[in-house]
């Protein structure tokens, strides 16, 4: 009981606040934080030491690191508040994810019901002030996306889900460099860059950046950290 308590606690707070949570500690059934294996991308990814990464911006979840340990992580498009131009706005976000793909394997799936992240095709909530992950407004003014995430227990396992807002009203790369930057945030990259040539810049820019190489060496590092998600709680 007291596991699902916790569960629900966690899940209420990341949704309202997330900051100075960590200090909220699992139960002693919980699994002690472990690391998993690298997905092979990431394993041989050569990490360029020249340009560094941001790691350090990365926060952990009360859980641990959100990183998957299940692979393909399996993606969900969620149209059902679909109008005009839905899309455009499904070939930016399909591209989004293949570039994602080159790194940590990503699959589309057709079942909400069991897939990892769920992108859904709508503007996120106005009455929330705060980004969840940071406390910070993201992209200036108008809030384009949100990605929050909540703990489930299957087969005793902890395990995570994302669930991304873009919204529908964007241009077509817009679109794009928001789900390439949400979608980092969905694989684990839970805070942001300082130079903005990383996807995972805090603020919207004109020439939108690839995923750039200290993107992929601080999701390397993630990947590398322990953390409960993944592993089974003691019976
Ligand atoms: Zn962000």
Redesign the pocket.
Known sequence: MLRVIFITFVTTLVIIVTSNIGSSEPPADFPDPKSHPLPSALAVWEVKEEVGDYFSEVKESPLGYLVWSEFPITVFLDLSASKPREQEWVEAVETAIAEWNDYIPLKEVDDRATADIIIARSRPPVNIQR?P??GQR??GRART?R?RYEFDLEDSRLIHRMFIDITPNQPKQRTLATAR??I??GLGIWG?SEDKNDA?Y?SHVRDSPKISPRDVNTLRKIYEQPTRLGWKIEQ
């Open positions: 980004n992950e940071t993201e992209f996306a990605t930057h949400e980092g945030h942001h995972l805090y």
